[in-house]
């Protein structure tokens, strides 16, 4: 496969390694090579068969709209763009694109998600949500911390989880989902020792994407990795 990498960022730049790790080949793209969405027109796409985005909410739409557009394929593991989800879904329908997203690609996250969906079903229980990140990340709450949100309050109707964010050095990223009831706290984390997680399943991703059409959120595919 070719692989474009779209972010030169530490987890763009480490996606790259491990496509390379993997025998692909992978070319990669900064946000000065693609002002704009600027490099992403159909003949720069022609022998491309997925493209990567992990660079920032203001970039993300017109990189995924770009590549939708002449119908190629795209994993978008930048957050902080949901509102306009729906639109970019019924743009890869349209288009015969690939669309595949998410708020984390790590696969121990998404045991997370899973685990958390079983802990809401508690009665009696007040939940909320930790999350910890770099200090250069952007978005607060991490989306990651609001897939939780959405998955404890969807279990819990009229329920409000807090969400409390922290900024610190480079942490990798840690969540924390705390149910505490009047006998007993049980909680749920997931701390990432380095972004390696987050890129080999964004990578596979990639591989699954591959040659197909429609749109997909990773939790909903993980396990046929």
Request: glycine share 12%; aromatic share 6%; hydrophobic share 35%.
């Given at each position: 496969m070719l692989i474009l990498v779209l972010g030169k960022g530490k987890t763009g730049s480490l996606v790259a390694q491990v496509a390379?790790?993997?025998?692909?080949g992978v070319r990669v793209l900064d946000?000065?090579?693609?002002?704009?969405?600027?490099?992403?027109?159909?003949?720069?796409?022609?022998?491309?068969?997925?493209?990567?985005?992990?660079t920032n909410a203001k970039a993300v739409v017109k990189n995924i709209r770009a590549v939708l557009s002449v119908g190629a394929r795209i994993v978008v593991g930048t957050t902080g763009w949901y509102e306009q989800l729906d639109e970019m879904k019924a743009l890869a329908l349209r288009r015969?694109?690939?669309?595949?997203?998410?708020?984390?690609?790590?696969?121990?996250?998404q045991k997370l998600f899973r685990l958390t969906a079983e802990l809401a079903q508690l009665e009696g229980y007040q939940f909320a949500i930790a999350e910890?990140?770099?200090?250069?990340?952007?978005?607060?709450?991490?989306?990651?911390?609001?897939?939780?949100?959405?998955?404890?309050?969807a279990a819990q109707p009229g329920a409000h989880v807090e969400i409390t964010s922290h900024r610190v050095g480079d942490a990798k990223g840690e969540h924390i989902v705390t149910a505490k009831g009047p006998d007993d706290v049980l909680e749920l984390r997931h701390d990432a020792h380095n972004r390696r997680a987050f890129a080999l399943g964004a990578v596979r991703a990639a591989e699954w994407l591959a040659g197909k059409e429609g749109a997909w959120d990773f939790r909903e595919i993980f396990d046929q990795l």
């Open positions: 390379r790790e993997r025998g692909h946000f000065n090579e693609n002002r704009e969405a600027s490099a992403l027109t159909a003949p720069s796409l022609g022998g491309v068969d997925v493209v990567i985005d992990f015969n694109g690939g669309l595949l997203y998410g708020t984390n690609f790590s696969i121990g996250v910890t990140h770099h200090e250069s990340k952007l978005d607060a709450p991490s989306g990651t911390a609001i897939t939780l949100q959405q998955i404890v309050e």
